[in-house]
């Protein structure tokens, strides 16, 4: 019933930008808690960027200041802007959703895009 759709993502060389979206269907969507997520190769899945149902905000550190997370209600759109990347930020980035919760790990997110894969290189 819930489906995260995601699109955007691709290689680019660092300093470059690249826009992720993810399209999103289920009930009452203005609720949910959204996230990004990334998984480089051999390492844990970790948080990148947060937004809450009233759209505040939330960075990782490593990932402040360069990223921005936003959303649009009337498309049911996730978004992440990704500025200045660097060839640390290549991973497999995946969309998540759930009714918040007030926490922001992987486990919080019971609904999951299929990923796209950003690739940065020197």
């Known amino acids: 019933q819930v489906q995260l759709v995601q699109s955007g993502g691709g290689s680019v060389q660092a300093g470059g930008s690249l826009r992720l979206s993810c399209a999103v269907s289920g009930d009452k969507y203005g609720w949910w808690c959204m996230g990004w997520f990334r998984q480089a190769s051999g390492k844990e899945r970790e948080g990148v960027a947060f937004?809450?149902?009233?759209?505040?905000?939330r960075y990782d550190a490593s990932a402040e200041g360069r990223f921005a997370i936003s959303k649009d209600n009337a498309k049911s759109t996730l978004y992440l802007q990704m500025n200045n990347l660097k060839p640390e930020d290549t991973a497999m980035y995946y969309c998540a959703a759930d009714y918040c919760s007030g926490t922001w790990t992987a486990a919080a997110f019971g609904w999951w895009g299929q990923g796209t894969q950003v690739s940065v290189s020197s």
């Open positions: 937004i809450d149902s009233s759209g505040t905000p």
